[in-house]
């Protein structure tokens, strides 16, 4: 399923798009790879997509919690992050679960 | 319905209780309120030791700050002091003239310092002298801290733990200290005398001089203190005085509300008062089978059972074996149990080696360990204190309780340890919590503190956390990037870093991190203050990256706790117009913006606004943004000022206008609030603002800098006195501009003005002393000439999708869409009888 073109995405960013009734944080990094969470953060339900991300963590704009990018793992004490299949297929992000 | 639950105090025994609570499911069974008589969210008072010594800022003390309170609906009522307690009523007064019911009460009032009787220490109004002080509070410390630097003798009274902090910490402001101690040996409550005698040798050796067996009588000086005399008639001549002689519960409160008090406010093992089952008391202001507690560690369990007790469980408290394991002065010491042997057949094993300052002690009775003493040498402590709480076999050959002996398998290892032995005893962490941290992810020591808060204390258990995390992570340990980094992920200090970047000619957060991280590796935390620092250096090359900008800074708006956003158009100085408010109306009613509000700053703020709409709204607005977001110059309150009001000496109107013009915008390391008032009245409130300006007699402005009044509070400093508004704009822009290029990232003017000195930063920005004015001038001027107006990226959006939505569609908490009448009975403010937020 197609979400969208990648190029929607500044690289160092997220955006959030829904599909099949979730909504997904989707991330594009600077080295070209996505990443896929669901979008609303487990501690407080703040909108992960406006998160800021390195090549390897997440943080969440509200509360400023930190999550693992390639694994969900959480590195301040909340639960864990479901990652999510995305990729890049012809300059579309392809959601494949 | 929930019960309504009141905390009187707001210190470490309250604030632990109420987040245990909150840990069990609290929220959902009380209403908290909290009284506490300090002006200040919930502090580590430990750590005033260290910030009296300079090693800690003010605000890295906090334990909860204000949002704290907020996110988790507690009301937090301060400062205001409770008066009485009418348990009948079941009501607490306050000396706001407040009454407040309550269902449960905790009374945790702690303690204050105990002023032993000296004739002359307090004056007829029962006010202590000028220049004697205790040291208990933030204002305690801050005023030491004054002192200390005006002054040249200090004394300390009481030779404690207190009182050795105190002396180290004056010491470090330059002044001469000599600590009197009534006993006959340092730190008599925990150590032997032979421990005494070797942590004088310590304390002596930092250049600290010691009295020993001296008891001060009186206090001489008649507006200020100018010495101590002793029971034996020695006058010993000083200007500040220091005391730190022990300290008593603080229970007027219980007393006058008819409560059973002795030493404290007796307890039962529920924490309960024996008066009234309703009516708790948790930390040093209570007495528990006849002990009062006066470290946190005790206090930390007591916190946890009442807490158990409070949400439903029938936990109950024994008391606490005390253990101090502590840095006195820079000098490690630890006591548990007994100091001396008390039987013949007592086994007593001592080593001293008094001119290396190390001593121990350990007394053996029935192959038990029930005392011990440490002082210079704590390596075995991990393992004492586990043999004296556990009563562990202990080693035939007793010296090896004392030294790690032969191999190194003797060490007792960590991880030997058992998971529950606390580790840091000020946050109550235990090594179980640690080995958690760093399984969730923490790899370096700094990680795990902040996570589990251990070490965040009095610093005495950092080896031993180190000792875990290393143990527990293994070859996954990463070293600790240095405290004194400008940003985390850089290993450079910020002259160094400014250095690099201005010779390797970085423009952009990803060249710097390609040149000067280690591995050229991306550090999401440092990018925003690199981003900063950039802009600060570069006002014109600089290479905008959106990802290293915060959300607020990349939508150019305020993120609120449902992932809407605030928008707040420029209002120069406060001032608005018909169209300009008739602009905001239609706007506010177009978008069916849930909330309009004023702003602490003068200013409207529409709130609730998504993300996607924020372009559209900035074009129907067609004003520019008036900066309630990101770490910038942001508004400049005003008064009425001279052309309205009849006390008016200066156009403060005018002046606020022209400030804001000219630093619209602008970006530093913290957020920078102004304000101008037209006369010393100060109705803009300009005492507590990063620069503040007031006009006074004869046509001139004062300005002041460094002040604050949100989380922290303090009255800024006054800077200069000048004739003119043009003198007002050159000097604060001048100001801004040296503490834009000199601040730490996040370091607000209130901590930076301290830290750097307002001598110093007199002699820069006034004096010109340096020769750099003209410089910090030329450099302001070009950053102001580089502004643009943010919002008009929302014509044509910076990167494709900028404001395409973040917030996932299903229902979050959402901010309140208030109209007013809940809470007034009227319509105030709300454009739309629905949240739309819930529209398709
Ligand atoms: C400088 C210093 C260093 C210390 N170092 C250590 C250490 O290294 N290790 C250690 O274990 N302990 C240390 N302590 C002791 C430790 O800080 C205390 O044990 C702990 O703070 C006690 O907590 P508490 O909540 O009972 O009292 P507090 O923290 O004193 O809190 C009580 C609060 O209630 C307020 N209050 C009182 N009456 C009223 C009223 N009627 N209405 C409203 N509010 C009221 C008080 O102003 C205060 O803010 C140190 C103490 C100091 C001062
Ligand atoms: S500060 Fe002075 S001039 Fe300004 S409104 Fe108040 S009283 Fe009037
Ligand atoms: S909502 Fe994400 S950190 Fe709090």
Same mark, same amino acid.
């Given at each position: ?12 960013? &997220? ?29 407080? &339900? ?30 301040? &004490? ?20 | ?6 905390? @009187? ?31 200040? /969210? ?30 988790? !609906?507690?009301?937090?009522? $301060? ?75 200090? @004394? ?36 032997? $005398? ?51 002689? /022990? ?64 949400? !439903? ?22 006591? +548990? ?36 003493? =440490? ?32 191999? $190194? ?51 005495? =258990? *950092? ?63 440092? *990018? ?42 420029? +209002?120069?100085?406060? @001032? ?116 503040? @300006? ?85 450099? +302001? ?60």
């Amino acid at each position: 399923m197609i979400l969208g073109p990648v190029d929607e995405i500044p690289p160092g960013e &997220g955006r959030a798009y829904t599909v099949q009734g979730r909504t997904l944080a989707v991330f594009r990094l600077r080295s070209g790879a996505l990443k896929a969470f669901p979008a609303a953060c487990p501690h407080s &339900g703040g909108p992960l997509a406006d998160a800021q991300i390195d090549e390897n963590v997440l943080i969440c704009p509200l509360h400023l919690n930190t999550w693992d990018l390639t694994t969900g793992c959480s590195r301040s &004490g909340q639960p864990d992050l479901e990652v999510i299949g995305v990729r890049e297929v012809a300059g579309q992000i392809v959601f494949s679960p | 319905m929930k019960r309504r639950l009141v905390v @009187v105090g707001n210190g470490m025994a309250a604030g632990r209780t109420v987040e245990e609570i909150l840990e069990r499911g609290g929220a959902d069974q009380f209403d908290i309120t909290m009284f506490g008589d300090e002006p200040y /969210g919930n502090y580590n008072r430990i750590m005033l030791s260290h910030v009296l010594s300079g090693e800690e800022d003010e605000s890295g003390i906090f334990l909860n700050d204000l949002s704290w309170y907020e996110e988790n !609906g507690i009301t937090l009522r $301060a400062p205001v002091r409770i008066t009485r307690i009418d348990r009948f009523a079941k009501v607490v007064d306050g000396d706001d003239g407040s009454s407040t019911p309550y269902d449960v009460l905790v009374v945790a009032t702690g303690s204050r310092s105990f002023i032993p009787p000296m004739e002359g220490v307090f004056r007829p109004d029962g006010s202590l002298l000028d220049g004697v002080l205790g040291f208990r509070s933030i204002d305690d410390t801050r005023e030491i801290v004054r002192l200390a630097r005006l002054h040249e003798k200090a @004394v300390v009274i009481g030779g404690g733990l207190l009182g050795l902090e105190a002396a180290r910490g004056l010491q470090s402001h330059g002044v001469h200290v000599e600590v009197l101690h009534a006993a006959g040996h340092l730190m008599n409550q925990q150590l032997d $005398a032979a421990g005494g005698a070797c942590l004088l040798t310590s304390v002596e050796a930092l250049g600290i001089d010691v009295r020993l067996n001296a008891r001060s009588t009186a206090v001489t000086g008649d507006d200020h203190v100018t010495g101590v005399i002793l029971k034996d008639g020695t006058e010993i001549p000083c200007d500040l005085v220091v005391v730190a002689a /022990g300290i008593r519960a603080n229970t007027d409160l219980a007393v006058t509300s008819g409560f059973s008090v002795e030493r404290g406010i007796v307890v039962d093992d529920s924490m309960a008062t024996v008066d009234d089952p309703d009516v708790f008391a948790v930390g040093e202001c209570a007495q528990h089978r006849g002990e009062v507690y006066g470290l946190v560690a005790p206090i930390w369990e007591q916190a946890r059972v009442l807490a158990s007790r409070l949400t !439903g469980s029938d936990a109950e408290y024994h008391g606490s074996r005390v253990t101090t394991k502590l840095k006195v002065a820079g000098v490690d010491v630890a006591s +548990m149990g007994i100091t001396a042997p008390e039987r013949d057949d007592d086994e007593f094993v001592v080593f001293s080696e008094p001119r290396r300052g190390v001593y121990k002690s350990v007394i053996i009775r029935d192959d038990r360990l029930i005392g011990a003493t =440490c002082v210079g040498d704590v390596k075995k402590v991990a393992f004492l204190l586990q043999a004296f709480d556990r009563g562990l076999p202990l080693p035939e050959e007793r010296v090896g309780l004392l030294f790690d002996l032969g191999t $190194a398998a003797a060490e007792p290892s960590v991880d030997e340890l058992p998971d529950d032995t606390q580790v840091c005893n000020c946050n109550g962490v235990s090594k179980g919590a640690l080995v958690k941290a760093v399984a969730d992810g923490c790899k370096t020591v700094p990680a795990v503190m902040d996570c589990t808060r251990a070490g965040k204390g009095c610093g005495s =258990c *950092k080896s031993l956390v180190t000792k875990i995390v290393e143990w527990a992570a293994g070859d996954d340990m990463r070293v600790d990037p240095a405290e004194h980094y400008y940003v985390p992920g850089i290993p450079l200090a910020k002259p160094e870093l400014m250095t690099a970047i201005t010779e390797q000619r970085l423009y952009s957060v990803s060249a710097v991190f390609a040149a000067l991280a280690p591995g050229g590796t991306e550090d999401a935390k440092s *990018k925003m203050g690199l981003t900063s620092l950039l802009r600060t250096m570069w006002p014109q090359e600089f290479v905008d990256e959106r990802d290293g900008r915060f959300i607020n800074d990349r939508v150019h708006a305020n993120i609120q706790r449902d992932g809407t956003f605030s928008v707040v158009p420029q +209002m120069k100085g406060g @001032v608005t117009s018909v169209e300009q408010l008739r602009t905001i109306a239609d706007v506010a009613e177009k978008y069916r913006v849930p909330m309009i509000k004023l702003t602490g700053g003068q200013r409207i703020d529409l709130l609730g606004v998504p993300k996607e709409d924020l372009p559209k709204m900035w074009a129907d607005l067609d004003m520019p943004s008036g900066y309630a977001y990101g770490k910038s110059f942001r508004t400049v309150k005003t008064c009425v000022g001279s052309d309205f009001c009849r006390f008016g000496l200066g156009d403060s109107t005018a002046l606020g206008v022209a400030i804001e013009t000219r630093f619209q915008g602008i970006e530093s390391p913290g957020k920078v609030k102004m304000a101008v008032s037209g006369c010393p009245r100060n109705c803009a409130e300009s005492l507590v603002k990063d620069i503040g @300006v007031v006009a006074v007699e004869g046509g001139r402005w004062e300005i002041y800098i460094g002040g604050a009044a949100g989380a922290h509070i303090r009255k800024g400093d006054l800077l200069v006195t000048v004739d003119t508004p043009e003198e007002v704009l050159t000097i604060s822009g001048r100001f801004l501009q040296y503490y834009r290029e000199n601040a730490k990232w996040l370091e607000r003017t209130y901590a930076f003005v301290p830290r750097i000195g307002l001598e110093r930063i007199r002699d820069v920005v006034v004096a010109d002393s340096d020769g750099m004015a003209a410089d910090l001038d030329a450099r +302001m001027q070009q950053t102001v000439e580089g502004y643009r107006d943010p919002w008009k990226e929302g014509r044509e959006p910076a990167v494709p999708g900028q404001f395409r939505t973040a917030l996932p569609l299903i229902s979050l908490p959402q901010v309140p869409v208030r109209d007013g009448s809940t809470a007034l009975g009227g319509r105030a403010g709300r454009s739309v009888a629905t949240d739309p937020r819930r529209l398709p």
